[in-house]
């Protein structure tokens, strides 16, 4: 299994960064897939998830400004991130999950694999 993700990099506030997981290993098709984040000295938390039949949650940190999407046909999970804070600085991470997207989609227990992820920084 292997989860690949990039697209980090330093932005300005205000601007945009697309984050790319491509995945290979395991059925993407059927997996839920979700996109996580650490930064320094925190916990990681959850940003989003897309089930197979494209069920999606945010967090409310970033509901309005973050969109995750899937192409099955490339194995790949984006993250479209505008309007970015500050505080969105971080490690992203891509996770793959089961076929079922439970309650607790918000908790990295439920992802069975991770990607290596991508920095993130955004600064003037």
């Known amino acids: 299994v292997q989860l690949q993700a990039s697209g980090g990099g330093l932005v300005q506030p205000g601007g945009s960064l697309r984050l790319s997981c491509a995945a290979s290993?395991?059925?993407?098709?059927?997996?839920?897939m979700s996109w996580f984040r650490q930064a320094p000295g925190k916990e990681r938390e959850f940003v989003a998830v897309?089930?197979?039949?494209?069920?999606?949650y945010y967090a409310d940190s970033v509901k309005g400004r973050f969109t995750i999407s899937r192409d099955n046909a490339k194995n790949t999970v984006l993250l479209q991130m505008n309007s970015l804070k500050p505080e969105d600085t971080a490690v992203y991470y891509c996770a793959a999950g089961g076929s079922r997207l439970s309650g607790t989609y918000y908790s990295p227990n439920e992802y069975n694999y991770w990607g290596q992820g991508t920095l993130v920084t955004v600064s003037s």
């Open positions: 897309i089930s197979w039949g494209g069920t999606i």
């Open positions: 290993g395991f059925t993407f098709g059927m997996s839920v």
